[in-house]
């Protein structure tokens, strides 16, 4: 039996699961390749969710995923959510302005956790963000590390770090 898509209005067929909103008794629900994408897009995993559920979320198994393929698949839901983490969307030419310093703004406690994964000074220039990530994701990477499960694990939580200091920053740029 197929899935259909459960985005408004769709009927592609679905193939990815994208998780819910934590109230939800559901853990998941399915979405073809063009919603998770632009699921993903959108999707900002630490809102809402305090630091207790956010050390849950780092520390939980994420059964959600469990039976979906492994990570170096192309349709993994974390394989897209890290490609769309590595397409740049920040504003690069606000930075060069002499006046403008990130550090300058309020960070709240989820972008706060995210510096702290990624090992980052709160506030640190979006490009040096960058560099950090893909440093990590280079050592922590499954095809440099024989498929580990640990490395994975420690990979989406490093993308949904910077996942969430990029929609943070976007946001703070732009206005
Ligand atoms: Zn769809």
Redesign the pocket.
């Given at each position: 039996m197929k899935n259909i898509?459960d985005?408004n209005n769709?009927s592609?067929e679905?193939e990815y699961k994208a998780p819910i909103e934590k109230d939800n008794s559901r853990k998941y629900r399915m979405?073809?390749l063009?919603?998770v994408k632009e699921f993903n897009k959108n999707w900002n995993y630490f809102e809402g969710m305090n630091d207790m559920q956010i050390c849950e979320f780092i520390k939980a198994d994420m059964t959600w995923h469990k039976q979906t393929q492994s990570f170096s698949s192309s349709d993994n839901f974390f394989k897209i959510l890290w490609n769309n983490a590595l397409n740049d969307e920040v504003n690069k030419n606000k930075f060069k302005d002499q006046n403008f310093n990130m550090r300058q703004f309020k960070f709240d406690h989820n972008d706060i956790k995210a510096f702290s994964i990624l090992g980052l000074s709160i506030g640190i220039g979006w490009e040096k963000v960058q560099v950090k990530f893909k440093k990590l994701v280079k050592k922590f990477h499954p095809d440099m590390n024989l498929g580990n499960k640990k490395f994975e694990d420690k990979l989406k939580v490093i993308t949904l770090a910077y996942t969430q200091l990029k929609n943070t920053y976007k946001v703070k740029i732009d206005n």
């Open positions: 898509c985005w769709c592609n679905a979405l073809c063009k919603h």
